[in-house]
């Protein structure tokens, strides 16, 4: 029989909800330590290490902060079990130097789902085939996606400088060593906002490549999908990240973040576009969409464009309790969309996701 692949749950006295601990048993080998009894011993032939604490108490944060500042482990991937998804426990644990965060209880398939992935490490798999250029242009676009909403959820500066710098980043990049690699390790990033972001990102650049769009308008593009979901930084985590259907009453609040958008960016002067984009990209051809029900012509080419990348992240992205689409499935719903989304451009859009060439000469230095 092979040998178990073991994990290290490192706990306080103080910790209530203790179920995953007998699911985890099933199929890992799993050890107990609390946070003031931990010694190196205690997590170096572990494959994963999961923390459940409560980040208010100064008391434990003290011996937190010593172990994850261990060489012993930074080669292991932490797991930290949040009580709630407040920003302030997702600030702490992303500065203590967590891997990936969640809320326990949650449903067991997805936890589990989430172990295997850290313990096997797609993410750091998909960063390896990323060339340097590739790589430099992901550290710092998710650097300024994570800033920019964390400001923006705060009511501080929304940089257009940094996210417009990133972008051109992005497509120096893509137009050196392609975007597939790039796009294959967005899609391992945690956090769905954030990852959904980065792939509109992705999408509207390999649009715009495909129609052969200026560098100008290929910026624009890159940029209205970078901050098209902005206003979602407004909209509370325990509803942004809840992991089964959304209440009536929930839906109706994630509704507002387009609205959101649209103050954040005006108050802050950012370009017409951006906020044409950020505010409408779920309004729809037949005046069916919100906030504003406009219809028809009176919905931009940018919305136009942006809409399609947004709707096609959307249906292939894995999200809480929602199963993805494969490519081909996605395309097939967006074309019998067309009361919805300008059809010809789904049809156009169609060569990106399922590829055909695209002609990226023109955008290389």
């Not at 242009?137 to 998710?142: E, G, Q, T, Y």
Request: glycine fraction near 4%; proline fraction near 4%; charge should be negative.
């Amino acid at each position: 029989m092979s040998r178990k692949i073991a994990i290290t749950i490192v706990q306080d006295n103080k910790t209530i909800n203790k179920k995953y601990i007998d699911l985890l048993k099933q199929h890992y080998s799993v050890k107990l330590v609390n946070i003031d009894a931990i010694v190196i011993e205690s997590f170096i032939d572990s494959e994963l290490m999961i923390v459940q604490i409560n980040l208010n108490d100064p008391n434990v944060i003290t011996p937190l902060k010593a172990l994850m500042a261990l060489p012993e482990r930074s080669h292991i991937p932490t797991l930290f079990l949040l009580r709630e998804f407040s920003r302030r426990e997702i600030i702490q644990a992303s500065t203590l130097g967590a891997t990936d965060y969640t809320t326990y209880p949650c449903p067991e398939n997805n936890f589990l789902q989430l172990i295997n992935n850290m313990i096997h490490k797609p993410e750091k798999k998909a960063w390896e085939q990323l060339s340097e250029t590739q790589e430099e242009a992901l550290k710092v676009s998710l650097k300024v996606v994570e800033k920019t909403f964390h400001n923006a959820s705060l009511g501080l500066e929304v940089s257009q400088k940094d996210v417009k710098d990133s972008c051109n980043l992005i497509i120096e990049a893509t137009a050196k060593d392609g975007l597939t690699d790039w796009m294959n390790a967005i899609r391992q990033h945690h956090d769905y906002t954030y990852r959904h972001s980065m792939m509109v990102c992705g999408y509207l650049l390999s649009f715009g490549m495909l129609l052969g769009v200026s560098k100008t308008d290929l910026q624009m593009l890159a940029v209205g999908g970078m901050i098209h979901d902005i206003g979602k930084a407004k909209t509370p985590l325990k509803i942004l990240d809840k992991p089964t259907e959304l209440t009536p009453e929930e839906i109706n609040v994630i509704k507002k973040h387009p609205e959101d958008g649209r103050h954040i960016l005006e108050k802050q002067n950012w370009d017409k576009v951006m906020i044409d984009i950020a505010a409408h990209h779920h309004e729809k051809l037949d005046g069916t969409g919100y906030p504003d029900g406009l219809k028809g012509t009176q919905i931009s080419d940018a919305v136009r464009i942006a809409s399609i990348a947004n709707t096609f992240s959307g249906l292939t992205d894995k999200q809480p309790g929602k199963p993805a689409m494969t490519a081909e499935k996605a395309i097939e719903r967006m074309l019998e969309m067309d009361d919805h989304l300008d059809f010809p451009l789904v049809l156009s859009f169609r060569d990106v996701v399922l590829p055909s060439k695209i002609n990226i000469d023109q955008y290389k230095r």
